[in-house]
């Protein structure tokens, strides 16, 4: 979740859209990526394919889906790959800018909806689930222990030296954390919060300042902010609460309709079909589409 708040210009990295901006940029992304990755989890990273924004539906219209700030596969081929490994990490990278929620019990559910597409119907292979790294940034520390990383994964609470490889980690990064980490990460960390030429200050910053740098300079990139921060205004001036986290009303399905109003006349088969949309995550899905194309056209040929 970012700050929308702020002026295209004080964008930090850390700020979903930048984040977002960057991460799928076809020339710089997949070097972003691994830079930011290889730093936070000291180690080396290899090819990536990079989504974000990606919407996991909800298997029925009741529930509740869920949307990935930036998706990263890393493929594990060959040689590199250990004896029962499988080919793919799956990284889930998500800063968080707002307080309140329960992070574990959040994680635990987007954790679940990743894993439940990761395996083909029929699959009995389950040695074939890739490993999954959900990572949280966020300027405040969610544990409250002045940590820089807090680490998560299974274990047996009777035999601790019993390893138990379900490939599932949870990692919390707290940009002023003092404590556990080391210097690159603490780098990294604050570059993310604040992301200027003056907090670029090892070679991994540095490279990574140079890939935001050219992202920012995008006249796209800055005219795509400007329309989501209208779309933004047009929620606070509806009244959506939490960032449309909660659902949306006749009338929130009308805002979207009007948002879109703003490239041009919409057609009445469109206009009916948003407005009978029940599923919330396709909703917000194309609210977010809306704030990024160029006309109608391009939304409806989109969505």
């Known amino acids: 979740m970012s700050n929308i708040n702020k002026t295209f210009e004080e964008l930090d990295v850390i700020d979903d859209f930048l984040m977002n901006a960057v991460a799928t940029d076809p020339e710089v992304g997949e070097a972003f990526c691994r830079t930011v990755l290889s730093v936070l989890l000291q180690k080396n990273i290899r090819k990536l394919h990079v989504a974000a924004q990606k919407t996991v539906p909800a298997m029925r219209p009741e529930l509740r889906g869920i949307r ?34 329960n992070f574990p019990k959040h994680n635990r559910f987007y954790q679940a909806k990743i894993d439940s597409r990761l395996m083909k119907s029929g699959e009995r292979d389950f040695s074939k689930l890739p490993n999954l790294f959900v990572l949280t940034i966020t300027n405040f520390d969610v544990f409250g222990k002045d940590y820089m990383m807090y680490r998560f994964w299974n274990h047996c609470e009777e035999v601790p030296e019993l390893k138990y490889e379900d490939g599932l980690q949870f990692i919390y990064f707290y940009t002023n954390g003092t404590k556990g980490g080391n210097e690159d990460i603490k780098a990294m960390l604050r570059y993310l919060q ?15 300042h ?14 795509n902010y400007m329309r989501f921060d209208e779309l933004m205004e047009y929620a606070k001036e509806k009244g959506w609460e939490e960032g449309m986290e909660k659902g949306m ?19 009445e088969e469109l206009e009916m079909r948003l407005q009978n949309e029940e599923d919330v995550e396709k909703l917000r899905q194309w609210c977010l589409l809306a704030a990024k194309v160029q006309s109608v056209a391009e939304f409806i040929d989109k969505m």
């Open 68 to 101: 990935m700030d930036v998706e990263i596969m890393e493929e594990i081929a060959g040689k590199n790959r250990q004896k029962g490994e499988p080919d793919m990490n799956i990284y889930d990278l998500e800063p968080h800018l707002q307080k309140g929620m």
């Open 194 to 208: 604040k992301s200027t030429k003056e907090n670029a200050t090892d070679e991994a910053t540095k490279m990574v």
């Open 210 to 223: 140079e890939y935001v740098s050219k992202v920012k300079i995008l006249p796209e990139v800055r005219e």
């Open 249 to 267: 009303e006749k009338g929130r399905r009308q805002t979207l309709i009007e948002l879109l109003e703003l490239y041009g006349e919409v057609p």
